[in-house]
């Protein structure tokens, strides 16, 4: 069965409104799909995408819902309530999926005279705007109601259970102020303690039956490992497979950790009196949770992991796998690192993506995964982070399997080069060897315009990654070019002897691959004849490499994607026109070419077809791979393409 991603969310504005809104857009994504800043980390991964327009008489992309279920927030202003057109716009997407719920967010005061939206209950930012609310308080109630329309609970509240000693009064002090903002400022439910139990009832079931349906808050004070129904309390809720928080407030010491006190997320002792930090936590976790749940349910349907395999929503630990017996065990990603799984003994443990490994010791994979402009990207509903996420998790993913890596261009300093070089030392540290599996080639003349900065940076990391340097083409030294000293690109002249060089590079690096994988990619604003993203696929198609091409971010590779799929018209972007008019000097730079016999690759020469790609999938695979803007589906079909390929 084709995989399908279970929810997916979408958030919606005028341009004019873009920086009032795109902070709280961004407060959202990083708390429910991924930080880039923390690769390492367990975040949630929701698809979370984003669509506005840059200009003010154009509207956002129409976009199709391709999951299960979705939400939609529209952020109304008074910009969208002047227009006709924008409540068409809208209008046609509260109509368009019967699994999509749409929710308005009001941003101005005359939001709620629109008539589209006029039986509907808003989100009130404009009220937070005037009050001294936190980020956390607007994020909670964006939340709220994905955990509402999400997950099948559209007419409960969410239930939060405060598990804390009664005897420590400082842990007692936070779980009433906890308690006290919930009933004064949101409409969850809660546990508190035995004030709550009725007279008659059994106070173990109470607690059980109570903890069953909630998210468990525990107020980690001095006494709480300790005390039996603090004890009791977490058990319950280990067993039932509930989400779970902690608040460090240790302020002595504890002569003893309970044991099964961990792989749950944890506030530290500083952030204490931010209930609504506290809150948001635990908001996130109940999230997390409900979406793994349907998201490994998901997988199985898709053959993506055994139907019989024992999922969990967290890494599990020993109270949770010491039952299960010759399964495998699914936990969500990232993969633990050896030095964890070598603790779990015999049991077979895996992520959905780490499942049906494939070995790709001594194979070397090229990578060429560029950015594209925030206005395509809009498009897409997407921003540079979400290129930036796939690059981290296909590098991880390809480290993991032993792939030596293999880019051309300049791996500076930045969110994408730390955890690719933190990877590639985690490698060679499991391995016990010290082999480079990163390549990193750079053209001339751009290597002899390093700065003091960037040689360091190189002498840092040469133990871990191993930069080419390629000489100055042939062509260019006929010129009569000084290849010893840096030929700036400030005329096309120079561009000419750029484009050659990085031809050459390209062309070398091509050489010493395996596989290549294309994604992205400059339609405009490249140094050379063509975009490179494009001339490096001709190259590699003529080399009859297998390739991956992941068109979903748009870009080059988005328009290769639809070259192929159709297999007759060439897409405008990639045609002479099209590039001169958006590309300043482009047709001085042909001109050069011409004027000194050097023929330039016409993607009209060649008729790409699915089957030329030769990379292990079929035809269907290929298209979801084209197309798919799920990053999870395009690890495993870079993935079972690769094992079809060297199994």
Known sequence: MEYKSPVSIY???????HNRVKPIVDYCKKNLSYDTEKPFSRSINIPVFMYTSKCFDLLPECFSVSSEKAIAFVFISDYIIASDEWELYLKNIQNSNKNLKVIPISISDNAYSFH????????????????????SYEFIEIAHEIYRWLFEEQNKKLKIFISHSKNDKYGLKLAKKIKKVIDEDYTFGNFF????????????????????????IIIHSDLYSSRYWCQKELIC????????????????FEDRTFPIMCNFPNIGYEQQNNVDLILELALVETIRFNYYKLLMNAYKKSNYIPMNAVTFNRVPD????KDIKDKWIIYPEPVLYDNELNIYKNAKMATPLSYKKVDLHEKRVGISISGVSEDELFKYGQDKNHLIYFSQILAKKLLNSNATLVYGGDLRENGFTRCLFDEAQILQDRNRSSKIHLENYI?????????????????????????????????????????SKFLPPDSSSNLLCWGLSLTKMRKELISKCNVRIYAGGKLSGYKGCM???????????????PIFLVGGFGGVTAEICNYITTGTEIPEKLLFDWQSNNNPNYKDVCNEYRANNIEIPNISDYKFSITCLRNGLDKNDNLRLFKTPFLDEIIYLITKGLRNLYL
């Open 116 to 135: 589209l939206f006029k039986d509907i209950n808003y989100i009130r930012l404009n009220d937070l705007f005037k009050s001294e609310k936190s980020k």
């Open 443 to 483: 053209a001339w003349p751009i290597y002899l315009h390093d700065n003091k900065k960037i040689i360091e940076w190189k002498a840092k990391y040469k133990n871990v990654a191993k930069m080419i340097h390629v000489a100055c083409p042939d062509d260019v030294k006929k010129k009569g070019i000084d290849s």
């Open 237 to 252: 809720a280990k067993e039932f497979n509930r989400p779970i928080v902690s608040v460090d407030i240790v302020e002595g």
């Open 193 to 216: 303690d035995s004030n709550d139990i009725q007279k008659g009832e059994v106070f173990s079931d109470k607690i059980i039956k109570d903890i069953k349906h909630s998210t468990l």
């Open 318 to 321: 020993f109270m949770d796998i």
């Open 531 to 545: 975009p490179g993203v494009l001339e490096e696929f001709i190259y590699a198609y003529e080399s009859e490499k």
């Open 11 to 17: 958030f919606i504005w005028h341009y004019n409104d």
